[in-house]
C-alpha cells in the first residue's frame, strides 16, 4: 500500500515563501512521477508541478518562474521524497495542495494521493 505524507504547509505574506515535501513510502517502482496538485477555494484541483524519476519537470504556466519542483528518489531505504519550493506567493496561490505519485506495473496505471496540506496567501 502506498502511502504520501505531506507537511510544509501554512498561512505566508504576499511575497513570502513556503516549502512543500512530501515522503512517499510502500512498494513504488523506480520509474515514476510525483507531483502537487491544489484546489482552491470553489475551484477543481489542478495541475502545478510534476517532477519524474528522471528529473524532468512540468509546471502551470501561472507558478513558472516562482515555484520549482525536486525530487529525492528512492535508495537506502530512503523513501521517495519531493519538495515544492514557492516563492513570491500571490493571494491566488491559496489552497490545499495534494502530493501524488504515478506508475504503472505492467502497463497498469496506477496513482496514489496525499491528504492535502493548507496553503494560504494573504494580502
Known amino acids: 500500500q502506498v502511502q504520501l505524507a505531506e507537511s510544509g504547509g501554512g498561512l505566508v505574506q504576499a511575497g513570502g515563501s513556503l516549502r512543500l515535501s512530501c515522503a512517499a513510502s510502500?512498494?513504488?517502482?523506480?520509474?515514476?512521477?510525483m507531483g502537487w496538485y491544489r484546489r482552491a477555494p470553489g475551484k477543481q484541483r489542478e495541475l502545478v508541478a510534476t517532477i519524474t524519476s528522471g528529473g524532468s519537470t512540468n509546471y502551470a504556466d501561472s507558478v513558472k518562474g516562482r515555484f520549482t519542483i525536486s525530487r529525492d528518489n528512492a535508495r537506502d531505504n530512503a523513501k521517495n521524497t519531493v519538495y515544492l519550493q514557492m516563492n513570491s506567493l500571490k493571494p491566488e496561490d491559496t489552497g490545499v495542495y495534494y502530493c501524488?505519485?504515478?506508475?504503472?506495473?505492467?502497463?497498469?496505471?496506477?496513482?496514489?494521493w496525499g491528504q492535502g496540506t493548507q496553503v494560504t496567501v494573504s494580502s
Open positions: 510502500g512498494d513504488i517502482p523506480s520509474s515514476n512521477a
Open positions: 501524488n505519485v504515478a506508475y504503472s506495473v505492467r502497463f497498469v496505471p496506477f496513482s496514489s
